[in-house]
Nanobody
Framework: QEHLVESGGGLVQPGGSLRLSCIAS????????IGWFRQAPGKEREAVSCISTTGIDTYYRDTVKGRFTISRDRAQKTVWLQLSSLQPEDTAVYYC??????????????????WGQGTQVTVSA
């Protein structure tokens, strides 16, 4: 059965860092664009970042630009999201998703075919 698995979440103080990872089971992660989304308590899920199939193109929501970095290793078939300078408002469940996405449509959730179960990121003193 095809699915994604996220890991790397946890509790961190403001200003701290975490690195989330996303791997695939049952399909080739390298054949699709990978997006990261997050959902905070009481809020809708929102797009955070995306990386193209080749890894050449990356996209970020404005509030995380300069703080988050998405990358992928095709040999390891893994995608990472490096979270830095974390703030309490970054607290959320973070999900990775895979689909034929890129410029102009990476923020649209229905464009993704596979989703993970999420990993909790909590930023608190």
């Amino acid at each position: 059965q095809e699915h994604l698995v996220e890991s790397g979440g946890g509790l961190v103080q403001p200003g701290g860092s975490l690195r989330l990872s996303c791997i695939a089971s049952g399909f080739d992660l390298n054949s699709l664009g990978i997006g990261w989304f997050r959902q905070a308590p009481g809020k809708e899920r929102e797009a955070v970042s995306c990386i193209s199939t080749t890894g050449i193109d990356t996209y970020y929501r404005d509030t995380v630009k300069g703080r988050f970095t998405i990358s992928r290793d095709r040999a390891q078939k893994t995608v990472w999201l490096q979270l830095s300078s974390l703030q309490p408002e970054d607290t959320a469940v973070y999900y990775c998703a895979a689909g034929p996405v890129g410029y102009g449509d990476w923020e649209v959730q229905r464009n993704y075919d596979y989703w993970g179960q999420g990993t909790q990121v909590t930023v608190s003193a």
